[in-house]
Every structure is written in C-alpha cells, then in structure tokens.
C-alpha cells in the first residue's frame, strides 16, 4: 500500500522567509503524481502544485516549488515569501493506479503558521 | 462561476438515522470523489466514480453508499452501519481519473 509521510506535524516561519515542507513517499509505481494542497481554517482543499514522476525538471508555481528528489522518494514544499495567509494544513499527496483507475493518497499534513 | 457545491455545511443527526450529503459539480469533469477527514488527520478516500453510472469502493468504504445517477451529482449515504460517523467530508471532481482533484467546502456531519 501506498504511504506518505509528512515528518512535521508543525511548523512557525517569519513572514516574508522561504519555509520547507517535507513530503516522503514509498511507491514502487514507475508512473506516479505528486500533488500538495492547502486547507485553510475554512476546510476546503487548495490545489497548489503538481509534480510528475518522469518530469526532469521541478515543478513551479509562482511563490510554491517543489524540490523533487526521486531517488530518495522525497518531494518537499518550499514556499518563498510566506504571507499571514499562508498559515493554514499542508497536505501532500501521491497518485497511484489501481484497478483500472487512479486513486491519492494523503499525508496526515503539516500545519504552517506564518509569525509576523 | 464553475466549482463543487456540497451542502449543507454542517449537519446534525441522531444515532442510527442514514444521512445524505449532496455534492454538485459544474466543471463538467466525468471523475468524482468521496473523502473522510478526522481532526488530525490527512484524507482517506471513500468512494469515487470514474464516469457516469459507475463507482468504486475506496478504502474505507464500510458503512457507506453513492449513485452516480448524473454527471454533476455525487451524493453520498451515510449509513447507520458506519460505526464513528462524526467527521469532516470533502467530495472532489477531476476532469479525468488522476488529474488534479477540485474540492468542495466540505460538510462537517455530527452524530448525537
């Protein structure tokens, strides 16, 4: 079965810093997706970045990269100037086939709060 | 303005009373998406549709049941057989099977 392992159950930054989320997952798939989504205090999920495992290059997305190290199974959030909006969940989350279609699997999440 | 609608926000019940809870899509994607979330945790999926008149069980899918009757409904039943219903549940559309999933407001159901 699919795991992902966020390492960080929280994390504070000063605003306007970069700040690092980390993401492992364990997968024998030769195709997978890595995905990061925001949920904040509202409880709706943000989709943020993606990131593909045959992708050479990592995935940016304004002030979101993802640092994407397939060898060691790791796929980290940076966020680069953090905002007070930025406090919020982090989830990281991975896709895998089965059974004909395509399923994700979550993280339990990091929460990020932003310190003025 | 397209997106994921599921209502009602929160939602109160008794013991042993089935509960619906609606999610409508008008992104017009053909893929949809039940999750489960308790505090603390990450999302577990429950049911998901890949197209319309089909569905699949997820990982946790004791207790629960979906129709998939039209492109833009996904509602879900929660069954007096699910053990610990109280938690937080998000329903998701993607244009396909394993693209990027959009989520909706979620709905926080409680059982007295």
């Known amino acids: 079965a699919q795991k992902i392992t966020q390492t960080q159950p929280g994390m504070f930054v000063q605003e306007k810093e970069a700040v690092t989320l980390d993401c492992t997952y364990d997968t024998s798939d030769q195709s997978y997706g890595l995905f990061w989504y925001k949920q904040p205090s509202s409880g709706e999920m943000i989709f943020l970045i993606y990131?593909?495992?045959?992708?050479?290059q990592n995935a940016t997305e304004g002030r979101y990269s993802l640092n994407f190290q397939k060898a060691r199974k790791s796929a980290n959030l940076v966020i680069s100037a953090s905002q007070l909006g930025d406090s919020a969940m982090y989830f990281c989350?991975?896709?895998?086939?089965?059974?004909?279609?395509?399923?994700?699997?979550f993280g339990k999440g990091t929460k990020l709060s932003v310190i003025p | 303005d397209g997106g994921i609608t599921q209502s009602p926000k929160y939602l109160f019940r008794k013991e042993g009373q089935n509960v619906t809870l609606s999610c409508e899509q008008n992104l017009n994607h053909d893929a949809m998406y039940w999750y489960r979330q308790d505090p603390g945790q990450g999302l577990r999926l429950i049911y998901y549709s890949q197209i319309v008149n089909d569905f699949q069980k997820g990982d946790i899918a004791e207790g629960y049941s979906v129709s998939r009757e039209k492109k833009e409904s996904f509602p879900l039943t929660v069954t007096s057989a699910q053990k610990n219903p109280t938690a937080f549940y998000l329903c998701a559309s993607s244009i396909v099977s394993g693209a990027e999933q959009f989520f909706g407001p979620g709905t926080r159901l409680t059982v007295l």
């Open positions: 990131q593909g495992s045959y992708d050479e």
């Open positions: 989350a991975e896709r895998h086939s089965g059974a004909g279609s395509y399923q994700l699997t």
